[in-house]
């Protein structure tokens, strides 16, 4: 049992070049986010999908898409990077089964926009 | 729009201290508080909060809430240099597809010192 994955682990990019996060979870969770943590900022929601099908703007979803390609995969893309997305996002996951939900994290995945 | 404060924003303390981190919130529809911790990755789940004057434990780890007030605060005794984290407060709405979805404080840096 993984838990949540997240891929790749580190990531440089230059401004104007794109780039898909990859997330998968294997504990059949119906609810899937993603956050960017900034220093000083704690993590903010970019995009949250509650069930498979349905995706949500969270607070910060200005350049960045997503999909929710099933059940166990949310993927988080960036179309032209700018150095502001220079970050480490998260992945994360919670079943509605659950009562609270407590989310789930991934190991983050570093990213530099140059 | 749903707001998250934590204080201090960092902490410095020597091992054998006793340290008391706040968090204070304003959501709608409040349906649950959760603190985790957060060392080099990803942050990992400490407790649950739903109900007012219910105090949770884990060891040197407690925390409290006050729905009225609309905060809580987590205490750590006899801290030790394994303590050294960010200290994560989220608050969880209710209904719709807002479930499950988390507004998270900027965190407390916490550093112990031997």
């Known amino acids: 049992n993984a838990g949540v994955t997240q891929t790749p682990k580190f990531q440089v990019l230059k401004t104007g070049q794109s780039m898909t996060l990859q997330c998968a979870q294997d504990?059949?969770?119906?609810?899937m986010y993603w956050y960017r943590q900034d220093p000083g900022m704690g993590l903010r929601l970019i995009y949250y999908?509650?069930?498979?099908?349905?995706?949500d703007k969270g607070e910060v979803p200005n350049g960045y898409n997503v999909s929710r390609l099933n059940k166990r995969e949310f993927s988080l893309r960036l179309e032209s990077a700018a150095p502001s997305q220079t970050s480490v996002y998260f992945c994360?996951?919670?079943?509605?089964?659950?009562?609270?939900?407590?989310?789930?994290f991934g190991p983050g995945t570093r990213l530099t926009v140059l | 729009e749903d707001k998250v404060v934590q204080s201090p924003l960092s902490l410095v303390v020597h091992e054998g201290d006793t340290v008391t981190l706040n968090c204070s919130y304003e959501v709608t529809n409040f349906r649950s508080l959760l603190w985790y911790k957060q060392e080099k990755k990803a942050p990992t789940f400490l407790f649950m909060l739903t109900s007012s004057g219910i105090e949770k434990k884990s060891g040197r780890l407690s925390s409290i809430l006050d729905k009225k007030e609309l905060f809580s605060i987590l205490n750590i005794t006899a801290t030790q240099t394994g303590d050294s984290a960010i200290y994560l407060c989220?608050?969880?709405?209710?209904?719709?597809?807002?479930?499950?979805?988390?507004?998270f404080g900027q965190g407390t840096i916490l550093t112990v010192h031997p």
């Open positions: 999908s509650a069930s498979e099908g349905t995706t």
């Open positions: 994360a996951s919670s079943d509605w089964g659950d009562y609270p939900p407590a989310q789930y």
């Open positions: 989220a608050v969880g709405g209710a209904g719709g597809t807002s479930y499950g979805k988390l507004t």
């Open positions: 504990m059949n969770h119906n609810s």
